[in-house]
Every structure is written in C-alpha cells, then in structure tokens.
C-alpha cells in the first residue's frame, strides 16, 4: 500500500467482519464499483438463497428427481417449456452444443467431442463473435462465422447443428434472431442465446421472440449461487443438456452441478421474477449512484451522468468524466490507487476511457456508495496523489534487428521469432509465434526493454507483454505477461489473464 495516498474512510465493523475470512486467507476484500464479473466473485448471494441452500445441504435426494421439478419450477416461472440448471454459463453453452448435436442417443453422446459425420457446425453472426466460443468446439463443434442472410442460407446445408446468437448484441447486428428465426425454423436448426450478463422476466422475452434456448447466469444480477447457469427453452433440448451433463456418465460429468446450487439458483430466478425485496433492492441502484455523485458535482472539471439500462446490461451505471487539463491522471492510475488504499475500491477497467470510468451500483452498499464517493472526491481534489512519476533513462543498447526467442511457461516451451526497429527510446516491429504474428510496440530505457506484442484475432486477440534486460552477453532476458481480450474486453485485466512465461533472446546473424 503507497503511504502517499489519502486513505478512504473505514468500514463500519459489520461490513469489515464480511470480509474478515478472506483476510485469514492473507486476500483483502475490496468494495465492488466493477459490475457482476467472474474475475471479482459475480454477485453474494442473496440471504433466500443462502438460506435454500443451507437447508438442501441437510438431506439428500436423486438428482434426476430434482433436475424433473427444477425443470417444472421453471417452466412456470418463466413460460419456457422447460429449464435446467448447469455449472456457469459456459457449461451451458458447451452442454447445449452436445444436446444439439448429440440429443440423448447414447452412441453420440459417449463419441463427443469426436464428431466427424456429424452435423457439427455451429454458426454465428460475425458481428457476434465472442470470448467463450471455445466452450463451443470443446464439445466438438465446428464454428462458421456468417456475415449475410445470403451466407446464413448457405451455412445451412445440412451441416449445422445450432446457431449461437449474443442477446446483448442483437439490437446492433446485421443478423439479428428476428432475421434468421424464418429460415432456422424451415431447416430444423435451434437457435441458442447466450444472454448471460442479462436478466430473465415472465413470460422470458427471448422465448418469446423465438429463441430454442437460452441461457442466464445464476451468478451475477439474480444473486444465486455464483457458479450456476439457468439455461430456458425446448423441452426436449433442455433435457438432453440434463442427460449430456452430471450426474451422469457423458460428455458434461465434468461440468458438475450439485443439488445446493440446482436448489439455489432456482430460488434466485423465482425471487428476481416475483419477489418484493429484489425490487426493493433494484430500486437501491440509483440512489447508491447519487450517493456517489453528490460528492463530485461541485468539483472543478468533473461531470458525471448516470446511464440508464440498455438491452446489453441489467443496471444501470455513473458515468464519472474528467479534464485531463485540471486532473492529470488517466483511468487507468486511478485504477490501481484505489486498489492500494484501505479499505480497497474496484472499479472496472475495459469500461474506462483515459479520462473517464463507470461505476455499477449492483454490489455495492449504502455505506460503501459514501466511501466511494469520498475516495473519489479525494482523488480528483489532490491528483498529485494519484499519478505515477516515473525516472526514464536514455536508451543505452539498440534492439534493432532480429532476433531469437526462448519461450519457458509454466509447463512446455516454445520457439517465437521477433524483428525490431528501435528509434532513439521507441521501438516498433513484428512478433512470431508458431501460428501468428502480431504488432509490437514499445520502449527502452537505460538498458531495460519494455514491449506489447498484440496478435489481432477472431474473438480473442493475444497479447505477449514483454520485459526485459540487456545483458553483457548481448542476450536479453525477462518475463512476459500472457493475455487474450475481445475487442469489448480490451483491459489490462484480460491482456494478462493467462499468467507469465520467462523469456530469453539472442540476436540472429
């Protein structure tokens, strides 16, 4: 923690004893401005929640017996025909490609992911495209991107096994459900929605437009238990997603669900659909953002508005802008400062611009709103506090050329090629890898290199942070920080999601 920095004020004790087992850990909890995201636990579950699973711990049950009335359960809550519960969205994603190619004939459920022969393919909107595709192929899915009606028509040539549409992204794309629905029907194909960051409603307006299946986290604005997926639609698909999965010996034992959880997000849907203390807590959303707004309005440079729910979220969100010509530090170091104050402060990242960030309500209380907007008050009246000064030293080495590089990861190793043009302290060029190549772009200072490696791909570019010293050898050494985001997910947080690797380089002839 950087003494430097005003601190927030302190927790009450109640809310400082919510985090005090994370803390026996050595983890220090943060107050959460970022949203429902997996990286930072989704949502708690709310108290009807814990209390059902509390009680399901107490006596056992089958669990086919259970998945029977959860589906019913639903199905009345919903309109559906029926419904599942899986482990998190992307099992649902991967367990309704398998029902979608597989159904529950025993022969192609116990092939998966071997699926030559099959009709396999799984088509997508370009404009759609997104980062847990690969859920898709695990299930041994082919996937084809299409860009018109013309392509769509031709992808359905008797290869296609389902087509995965983004509800958030519908309203925006060239093919939305309401296009393909026509023609999707016609040839016998289902359409699923992943509509995960989204919320279910009676009757489910995605049912209702025509969707097969769809599928909401358990985890994020239902406040069920985080690690659960409520998948609605087909009866007949919804089922074969339960028989592809745990409890039983198929594609899906992996991805297991237990009847804690089964119980737990339903009672989570039945309480976000119906119940008064969920709305009472919705209608807590925006007050919490003008608690926080209230402590920024008067400062100088400083403008804020609050955005109402759109079809791509469920919440709605502060919007918090600045002049970089009266307060010097970007999004980004405004980011980390609050990280390293007590109590601690999360906001999100790939939201952010250089000069502006958005604050989600969701997760936060009414105590937690005031230390935010104080923190952040605090922040913009003394940004002296917040940026970064960093001593840069002329380049003393030239990196130009190319050169040979030695990749170590955690487990296994690989050989990448880099090509560098360095002027005075930039330097530009091109990385290899086995299977891409991507832009680098960069700096060096004294003999320290620093340098991204961005590898633009469909849906997930990578990203290879490379740090480094010149040795007298002429050799370079270091670590590289490993990381892939979707344009959307474009953060420092997902550019280094897969960990580090060591790195050594020497010069080619």
Request: some cysteine; hydrophobic content about 45%; charged content about 20%.
């Amino acid at each position: 923690m950087r003494p430097d920095i005003p601190q927030a004020f302190a927790l009450s004790e109640r809310d400082h004893a919510r985090g005090r087992i994370y803390r026996e850990f050595g983890v220090e909890p943060f107050i959460q401005c970022a949203g429902v995201r997996t990286n930072y636990g989704g949502s708690n579950p709310s108290d009807e929640v814990i209390a059902a699973m509390n009680a399901a711990a107490r006596a056992f049950v089958d669990l086919d017996e259970l998945a029977e009335a959860a589906g019913e359960r639903m199905a009345k809550l919903t309109g559906a025909e029926w419904g599942v519960i899986t482990a998190g969205a992307t099992a649902a994603l991967a367990l309704a490609t398998a029902a979608c190619i597989a159904g529950n004939n025993p022969e192609l459920m116990l092939r998966l992911p071997n699926t030559s022969g099959l009709r396999n393919t799984v088509l997508i909107p370009s404009d759609q495209r997104f980062a847990y595709e690969q859920a898709l192929r695990v299930a041994g899915a082919e996937i084809v991107s299409i860009s018109t009606t013309e392509e769509f028509a031709h992808a359905l040539d008797g290869s296609a096994a389902m087509i995965c549409l983004l509800g958030r992204m519908d309203d925006e794309s060239v093919l939305p459900l309401s296009s393909l629905l026509p023609l999707a029907r016609a040839r016998g194909v289902p359409i699923l929605v992943d509509a995960a960051g989204l919320s279910p409603d009676k009757p489910d307006s995605w049912i209702k437009k025509g969707a097969d299946l769809v599928v909401y986290a358990g985890g994020k604005y239902l406040r069920g238990p985080q690690s659960t997926a409520i998948v609605l639609g087909k009866e007949r698909l919804c089922r074969s997603i339960w028989w592809n999965g745990t409890p039983h010996q198929a594609f899906g034992r992996s991805m297991k669900v237990g009847k804690e959880e089964v119980v737990g997000a339903v009672v989570a849907l039945d309480r976000w659909i119906n119940s008064q203390s969920a709305k009472d807590e919705r209608a807590q959303w925006l007050p919490r953002l003008k608690r926080i707004e209230s402590y920024l309005v008067s400062l100088p440079g400083i403008t804020t508005e609050v955005l109402p729910w759109a079809s791509f979220v469920a919440a709605i969100r502060l919007k918090i802008i600045w002049d970089a010509g009266v307060i010097p530090f970007d999004a980004e170091e405004l980011r980390l400062a609050l990280l390293q104050q007590r109590p601690r402060i999360l906001i999100h990242d790939f939201w952010s611009t250089p000069t502006s960030i958005m604050l989600d309500p969701v997760n936060l209380s009414d105590e937690e709103a005031d230390i935010v907007g104080r923190a952040l008050a605090s922040a913009f009246r003394m940004p002296q506090f917040i940026v970064q000064v960093t001593s840069y030293f002329p380049a003393e080495v030239n990196f130009s050329g190319s050169w040979r590089v030695e990749m170590q990861f955690l487990h296994g190793s690989a050989t990448h090629q880099i090509k560098i043009q360095q002027d005075g302290e930039l330097i530009s060029g091109v990385h290899h890898t086995a299977s891409s190549s991507g832009d680098i772009s960069g700096e060096v200072h004294g003999r320290h290199i620093h340098f991204e490696a961005a590898h633009e791909q469909v849906p997930i570019s990578l990203f290879y942070e490379f740090e480094g010293e010149f040795a007298q050898d002429g050799s370079v050494s270091g670590k590289v920080r490993l990381g892939g985001a979707t344009k959307e997910h474009l953060g420092p947080v997902f550019k280094g999601q897969y960990g580090f690797a060591e790195w050594h380089a020497t010069h080619c002839a």
